[in-house]
């Protein structure tokens, strides 16, 4: 019965861990980069060591020192002594990784990121695992050499904001936007320079009747001789004038008058 017991609680340890491992999702490294890995598990979340590495060929983490001294740029390639197109190099020594060959496990606790395709010790490629230490306490980030493991396995630890997994940035929020403001219709604001029609026909008219009269006048008294009021021009339809115009209206006045008062004609009939 002990035996049957501890072989269940074997089993279930096992499959714990296979699972654990098997269930871990990909982080895959993005097109066009070297040091960014998105996660396939459809969160959205992403490592990116971009804001700790150096693009003038020079490392961002320059002699980290241990038995040997070590340099490591994590997204390009930098050139040392002995080291041509690295990410990490041991200096005068080895390249102990390539961009070639770039990897993050999810599966471990931290999670890791190995650069492998190093130089070859003893038939075997050398690499480099960095632990991914989160660490929103410090600027910048640290960089420690753990010790090498046999067959060219360097180990390191990495910490930095920078080594957190990220978060996607979220959508922008849908706001309505202000519709633009309402423009009154535009009214020409009259030029007060300006001199409208009806302005030019009346200085117009001002000018006729003034050569009217001034011409009038000189011609009736160079010509005929004429004195005082005789002088001015059609003297006598002017005087008479007024007189026409009462006429025309009181005519006018008759007529509405008489149409009003259901009369057709505007003459009185004729008595017998």
């Given at each position: 019965m002990t035996s049957l017991v501890t072989g269940l609680v074997f089993l279930f340890a096992t499959w714990d861990v296979l699972v654990s491992v098997d269930g871990a999702a990909e982080c895959?490294?993005?097109?066009?980069?070297?040091?960014?890995?998105?996660?396939?598990?459809?969160?959205?979340?992403y490592y990116d060591?971009?804001?700790?590495?150096?693009?003038?060929?020079?490392?961002?983490?320059?002699?980290?020192?241990?038995?040997f001294n070590y340099s490591f740029n994590p997204c390009a390639p930098f050139d040392d002594s002995h080291c041509s197109r690295c990410a990490v190099c041991q200096i005068d020594h080895n390249v102990c990784g390539r961009f070639s060959s770039v990897t993050f496990d999810m599966s471990t606790t931290p999670h890791t990121v190995t650069y492998g395709n190093g130089d070859k010790l003893g038939g075997h490629e050398r690499l480099s695992i960095f632990k991914l230490i989160c660490d929103t306490g410090i600027q910048g980030a640290q960089l420690t050499m753990d010790g090498e493991k046999p067959g060219g396995h360097y180990q390191f630890t990495l910490k930095s904001p920078h080594a957190c997994l990220q978060k996607p940035s979220p959508p922008p929020s849908k706001t309505t936007q202000p519709l633009p403001p309402t423009t009154a219709p535009h009214h020409?604001?009259?030029?007060?320079?300006?001199?409208?029609?009806?302005?030019?026909?009346?200085?117009?008219?001002?000018?006729?009747?003034?050569?009217?009269?001034?011409?009038?006048?000189?011609?009736?008294?160079?010509?005929?001789?004429?004195r005082g009021r005789e002088a001015i021009p059609n003297y006598e339809f002017w005087i008479?004038?007024?007189?026409?115009?009462?006429?025309?209206?009181?005519?006018?006045?008759?007529?509405?008058?008489?149409?009003?008062?259901?009369?057709?004609?505007?003459?009185d009939a004729i008595q017998s």
């Open positions: 895959t490294i993005r097109h066009g980069s070297s040091c960014i890995c998105d996660m396939q598990d459809g969160s959205g979340d060591l971009s804001a700790i590495s150096s693009n003038n060929g020079k490392p961002f983490f320059p002699n980290v020192m241990n038995r020409r604001t009259p030029n007060k320079n300006h001199i409208s029609l009806g302005t030019i026909l009346d200085i117009c008219a001002l000018f006729a009747l003034i050569g009217y009269i001034g011409i009038g006048v000189g011609f009736m008294a160079v010509r005929r001789g004429a008479g004038f007024p007189g026409l115009i009462k006429d025309g209206f009181m005519f006018a006045f008759n007529k509405v008058r008489n149409l009003r008062g259901g009369s057709r004609s505007g003459y």
